[in-house]
């Protein structure tokens, strides 16, 4: 791995493990799950460690899906510019990128 992808894993980490270091959304079929199922959610969310090349070829873990109380769920991170208009000029930077995690339903994919 180059450093830019071991900084850019780091970067995304502390996101999925923290909520810390960009912003979090989610569809509206994870906010129907309720508030309890939500905060067990991003328990899982941060603790998940099932990156493969399948799911993670790039070796970024910024994104993950797996089965949480009967239902699929994804997660994805991505990178914006400082205006959260257009995709980062740097991912392994924070001084120019924004990290969106979104949580959603497979279904809603």
């Known amino acids: 791995m180059s ?4 900084r850019i894993r780091a970067l995304n980490d502390e996101l999925r ?14 906010a129907a799950l309720g508030p309890e199922a939500v905060q067990r959610l991003v ?15 790039h070796g970024e873990h ?4 797996f089965e ?4 699929t769920i994804i997660f994805k991170i991505e990178y914006f510019d ?12 924070p001084a120019v990128t924004r990290r969106v995690i979104t949580l959603m339903l497979a279904e809603e994919y």
């Not at 450093?3 to 071991?6: A, E, H, K, R």
């Not at 328990?43 to 070829?57: G, W």
């Not at 949480?68 to 239902?71: L, T, V």
């Not at 400082?82 to 930077?93: K, R």
Request: glycine share 10%.
């Open 3 to 6: 450093t830019d992808t071991d």
């Open 17 to 30: 493990k923290t909520l810390k270091g960009g912003k979090a959304l989610m569809t509206p079929g994870i």
């Open 43 to 57: 328990q899982a969310i941060a603790t998940f460690d099932d990156f493969c090349v399948a799911n993670d070829p």
């Open 62 to 65: 910024d994104f993950g899906m």
């Open 68 to 71: 949480f109380e009967g239902a």
């Open 82 to 93: 400082a205006n959260l208009e257009f995709c980062s000029p740097d991912p392994a930077d």
